[in-house]
């Protein structure tokens, strides 16, 4: 019976390391950190690599894990791969595809960039114009139809009373074109976002604004629903730590915002609600 025992006990022994052995074969080595900067930004692979390498490498050493990086090219991929929950962290600047993210596939968010954002409608410096009903009838310059400015200009019309048929909207490749397209006379007025090129160029070089959004919840990082609450925290805290640092600074510097914060899921929630959506 001893005899008997003793196997027992190391064929215990035997299993639990087995098992100790097969999780620390299935621990995870790397964190794939995708992006996508809407129509705001550059879709060129290589350029996002250079603009977020420094973030990347940062977060690897917070967090002990290599933190790689990865394009989600269109927003259209971006929403297909929320829904199969494809990303581990996924940076988007979209504010209400973040929103939709945590809403409809449980994504949590991990930190917020400080700030808001606005969309504006731009318009020529001579034009006539004076609201938003003045649009009734005219052809409007918008990004993407998947695009956070197209949403918020798309509601902001419906609650001005301004119809919107199928050729209301111009929908452009970018919101450079946008801008391009109100200069030319080729539309009325174009739709852009506050942290856009254009609209921080435009008054500046001429253009007039006829109305803006109120503020909006700025862009984040959003982390897989199954990500461990402590591996979450980790990622959350070496965000936010980023503006204590002059390493940090540049990191938020090149990024084009000034830090990060916790963020209030609640507000992307409201937001929605704003939108229709």
Same mark, same amino acid.
């Given at each position: 019976?001893?005899?008997?025992?003793?196997?027992?006990?190391?064929?215990?022994?035997?299993?639990?390391?087995?098992?100790?052995?097969?999780?620390?074969?299935?621990?995870?080595?790397?964190?794939?950190? +995708?992006?996508?900067?809407?129509?705001?930004?550059?879709?060129?692979?290589?350029?996002?690599?250079?603009?977020?390498?420094?973030?990347?490498?940062?977060?690897?050493?917070?967090?002990?894990?290599?933190?790689?990086?990865? +394009?989600?090219? $269109?927003?259209?991929?971006?929403?297909?791969?929320?829904?199969?929950?494809?990303?581990?962290?996924?940076?988007?600047?979209?504010?209400?595809?973040?929103?939709?993210?945590?809403?409809?596939?449980?994504?949590?968010?991990?930190?917020?960039?400080?700030?808001?954002?606005?969309?504006?409608?731009?318009?020529?410096?001579?034009?006539?114009?004076?609201?938003?009903?003045?649009?009734?009838?005219?052809?409007?310059?918008?990004?993407?139809?998947?695009?956070?400015? $197209?949403?918020?200009?798309?509601?902001?019309?419906?609650?001005?009373?301004?119809?919107?048929?199928?050729?209301?909207?111009?929908? +452009?490749?970018?919101?450079?074109?946008?801008?391009?397209?109100?200069?030319?006379?080729?539309?009325?007025?174009?739709?852009?976002?506050?942290?856009?090129?254009?609209?921080?160029?435009?008054?500046?070089?001429?253009?007039?604004?006829? $109305?803006?959004?109120?503020?909006?919840?700025?862009?984040?990082?959003?982390?897989?629903?199954?990500?461990?609450?402590?591996?979450?925290?980790?990622?959350?805290?070496?965000?936010?730590?980023?503006?204590?640092?002059?390493?940090?600074?540049?990191?938020?510097?090149?990024?084009?915002?000034?830090?990060?914060?916790?963020?209030?899921?609640?507000?992307?929630?409201?937001?929605?609600?704003?939108?229709?959506?």
């Amino acid at each position: 019976m001893q005899a008997l025992f003793r196997w027992l006990g190391a064929a215990a022994i035997l299993l639990t390391a087995l098992c100790t052995n097969q999780a620390q074969a299935d621990m995870k080595s790397s964190v794939v950190l +995708s992006i996508n900067e809407g129509t705001s930004g550059s879709s060129d692979f290589l350029t996002m690599q250079d603009k977020y390498r420094p973030l990347a490498d940062y977060l690897t050493r917070k967090i002990k894990l290599q933190v790689k990086l990865e +394009s989600a090219t $269109t927003l259209k991929l971006v929403l297909i791969g929320l829904e199969k929950h494809h990303f581990e962290l996924l940076l988007v600047r979209p504010s209400h595809i973040a929103a939709k993210a945590m809403r409809d596939y449980h994504y949590q968010l991990a930190a917020a960039a400080d700030g808001q954002s606005t969309a504006y409608f731009i318009i020529k410096p001579d034009s006539t114009l004076k609201s938003l009903k003045d649009l009734k009838g005219k052809r409007i310059a918008m990004p993407d139809p998947d695009a956070y400015p $197209t949403h918020i200009g798309l509601a902001m019309l419906k609650q001005a009373g301004v119809p919107i048929g199928p050729d209301t909207v111009a929908y +452009s490749r970018s919101q450079e074109a946008v801008g391009y397209a109100v200069k030319q006379g080729f539309v009325a007025a174009g739709v852009v976002i506050s942290y856009s090129k254009v609209f921080k160029n435009w008054e500046k070089e001429g253009g007039r604004v006829l $109305t803006a959004s109120p503020a909006l919840p700025f862009w984040g990082i959003l982390a897989h629903p199954d990500m461990p609450p402590a591996l979450l925290a980790q990622i959350r805290q070496a965000l936010i730590d980023l503006k204590d640092t002059d390493e940090g600074k540049a990191i938020l510097h090149g990024m084009g915002i000034s830090g990060f914060v916790a963020g209030d899921p609640a507000s992307y929630a409201n937001m929605l609600k704003f939108l229709g959506e």
